[in-house]
C-alpha cells in the first residue's frame, strides 16, 4: 500500500498539471477561433484566383510564358517546411518533419546526396530539427508568426519566386498541415513551383470566357505573382489554424487524463487511509486486550 504523504503529493502535482492544461486549452481555444476565421475567409478568395489565373493560362494557341511556369528537370530542389514555434501540439511538429525527411530520403535522394536540395523553414520546430542535424538551408522565418500578415507572407513568397525565376531551383515543393477541423490536420506535401503542376481545389472552366483588357500578357504577369503570394499565405493560415487546433485538442485530451488520474489517486488514496485507520483500531483493540489479561 504506497504512502498516505506520496499519494497527496502526486495528488497535488496532478492537480498543478490539470490546471496548466486547461488553461493553455481556453488560450489555444481563443487563438484557434482567430485563426480558423482568417482561414476559412481567405479559402474562397485563394481557389477562385487560382481558377482564374489556370482560365486564363490555358490555351495551345494564346499560351502565354511566364518564368514561373517553367517546367524544368527537377535537378536543384527547394522544400519548404512549415512547422510551428511551440510544442505540446500533439504529433503536429512531428509529422511535417517525418513527411520532409521521406521525402528528402525517397524521392529527391539524388538532389540531396549532390547537395543540390535545400530547405526554407518556417517555424523555431523545423528550424531547430533540420539546423542540428547540418540540413542546408537558405533561410529560417521563425518570426513570420509573430505578426502574420500577406505582407510578411509576400516577403517570403517574393524570395522564393526570384530564386526559381533565376534557376536557382528547379522545383519547390511546400510540406505543411492542412487545417479541416479542430480535431484534424491532414498532412499535405504541394508543388509550389513550377506554377504548370498546381492543381485547384475546384474544378477548372476549360471554355471560360474572359474579355482581356488591356492584354493577356499583362493581366498574367500581374495575376501569376499575386496568386502565388496568396496560396504562401493560404498555407500559412492552414498551418496556424491547425496549430492551435491541435494544441487545444492536445490540452482537452491532457485535462481528461488528468481527471481520470485524479479518480484513481484518490480512490488509492482512501484506500491507504482506510488502511492506515484500521489498523490503528486493531492497535487500540489489542492493546486494550492485553491489558485485560
Known amino acids: ?35 480558423q476565421t482568417a482561414i476559412v475567409k481567405l479559402r474562397p478568395y485563394a481557389n477562385k484566383l487560382k481558377e482564374i489565373m ?25 522544400l519548404v517546411v512549415v512547422a510551428s514555434n511551440k510544442g505540446l501540439c500533439g504529433a503536429f511538429n512531428a509529422n511535417v518533419i517525418k513527411k520532409t525527411i521521406i521525402l528528402i530520403n525517397e524521392k529527391y535522394s539524388a538532389q540531396h546526396k549532390k547537395g543540390d536540395l535545400k530547405l526554407l523553414t518556417i517555424g523555431k520546430k523545423a528550424s ?13 522565418f521563425d518570426s513570420v508568426y509573430e505578426n502574420l500578415n500577406f505582407e510578411n507572407a509576400s516577403k517570403i513568397a517574393d524570395m522564393i ?49 474572359y474579355i482581356y483588357e488591356p492584354d493577356k500578357q499583362v493581366i498574367l504577369q500581374e495575376l501569376i505573382p499575386k496568386s502565388l503570394k496568396i496560396q504562401l499565405f493560404k498555407v500559412l493560415l492552414d498551418s496556424f489554424a491547425s496549430e492551435h487546433g491541435a494544441r487545444m485538442t492536445a490540452m482537452h485530451k491532457a485535462t481528461d487524463n488528468a481527471d481520470d488520474l485524479l479518480r484513481e489517486l484518490k480512490l488509492t488514496y482512501n484506500k491507504a487511509r482506510q488502511a492506515s485507520i484500521t489498523k490503528e483500531i486493531l492497535e487500540i483493540v489489542s492493546g486494550a486486550e492485553a491489558l485485560k489479561g
Open 54 to 78: 489556370q482560365n486564363v493560362s490555358a490555351g495551345e494557341n494564346d499560351a502565354v510564358e511566364s518564368p514561373y511556369s517553367q517546367v524544368r528537370t527537377p535537378e536543384k530542389v527547394l
Open 128 to 140: 531547430e530539427y533540420f539546423t542540428k542535424r547540418n540540413f542546408p538551408s537558405i533561410g529560417i
Open 161 to 209: 519566386m526570384a530564386k526559381f525565376a533565376n534557376k536557382e531551383f528547379d522545383c519547390v515543393e511546400v510540406i505543411y498541415n492542412q487545417y479541416k477541423n479542430a480535431a484534424t490536420q491532414v498532412l499535405s506535401s504541394e508543388q509550389f513551383l513550377p506554377l504548370s503542376t498546381i492543381v485547384t481545389d475546384t474544378p477548372v472552366k476549360q471554355n471560360a470566357d
Open 1 to 35: 500500500m504506497p504512502n498516505l504523504k506520496e499519494v497527496r503529493t502526486r495528488i497535488t502535482s496532478v492537480s498543478s498539471t490539470k490546471q496548466i492544461t486547461s488553461a493553455m486549452k481556453m488560450v489555444s481555444a481563443s487563438k484557434f477561433r482567430k485563426a
